[in-house]
């Protein structure tokens, strides 16, 4: 039971134009939802958060989207950079502190 | 100046070992997790503390220990090590259990079973 999926194992831009990332979630409970960014060999770190009070939330290059109704979020990177070219993952805290994952998105950005 | 490091990074072990992986946090967290990447890539949580005291315990087989020493601390212990053992483990901490803003993790220890 995956409740939270992110459809798209991989995605290929070109440098500058914009990554759109996909997160759906099943649970109408989440609240809160994140953004985590994986280099090989390295551990997820935090990119970007947004509150289910918010339908959307920016931080520089990186603004995510939320649409409660469709239960669907979504992260933008514009412009994208090959510096980019990681793992997404999205991610949302259950009401018993435990943080439910993704699948993850293998991003590639071409220069 | 790392600020949850777990060791060792890569563990090559034999079937029926028993094993151990440090973490280490330096953030002053009140919280700390074991996760599990699997071959298909999800990351599960495993086991959560909170200022030593076991909060989360997934479905876990019983092979996995983990313990803490201090708040500072989780290591996690396996006995009886099985081949569907291998996997990325990660360990990570964040600040409280409720709210959350982000958690940290460590770079993770590659465990193959052989």
């Known amino acids: 039971d995956q409740q939270v999926k992110q459809n798209s194992p991989s995605l290929s831009v070109q440098e500058g134009r914009i990554s759109i990332l996909n997160c759906d979630y099943t649970?109408?409970?989440?609240?809160?939802f994140l953004w985590y960014k994986k280099y090989p060999a390295e551990g997820p770190t935090f990119l970007i958060s947004?509150?289910?009070?918010?339908d959307k939330n920016e931080d520089g290059r990186f603004t995510v989207f939320l649409n409660k109704s469709a239960k669907h979020l979504s992260l933008h990177i514009v412009p994208s950079q090959p510096g980019d070219s990681a793992v997404y993952f999205c991610?949302?805290?259950?009401?018993?502190?435990?943080?439910?994952f993704g699948q993850g998105t293998t991003l590639q950005v071409k220069p | 100046d790392t600020a949850v490091s777990q060791t060792p990074k890569y563990l090559v072990t034999q079937m029926g070992n028993d094993k151990s992986i440090k973490c280490e946090q330096n953030?002053?967290?009140?919280?700390m997790y074991w996760y599990k990447q699997d071959s298909k890539k999800f990351l599960k949580i495993m086991f959560s503390?909170?200022?030593?005291?076991?909060?989360i315990n997934e479905t876990v087989p019983n092979r996995f220990s983990p313990k803490s020493p201090d708040k500072a601390h989780l290591n996690l212990h396996i006995n009886s090590l099985e081949l569907g053992d291998s996997a990325v483990y990660f360990c990570?901490?964040?600040?409280?259990?409720?709210?959350?803003?982000?958690?940290?993790f460590g770079q993770g220890t590659r465990l193959t079973v052989v």
């Open positions: 990570a901490s964040s600040q409280g259990t409720g709210e959350w803003t982000e958690a940290f």
């Open positions: 649970n109408s409970m989440f609240d809160y």
């Open positions: 947004i509150s289910s009070i918010k």
């Open positions: 991610a949302a805290p259950s009401n018993t502190g435990k943080l439910i």
């Open positions: 953030l002053g967290h009140d919280t």
């Open positions: 503390y909170n200022n030593k005291e076991l909060i």
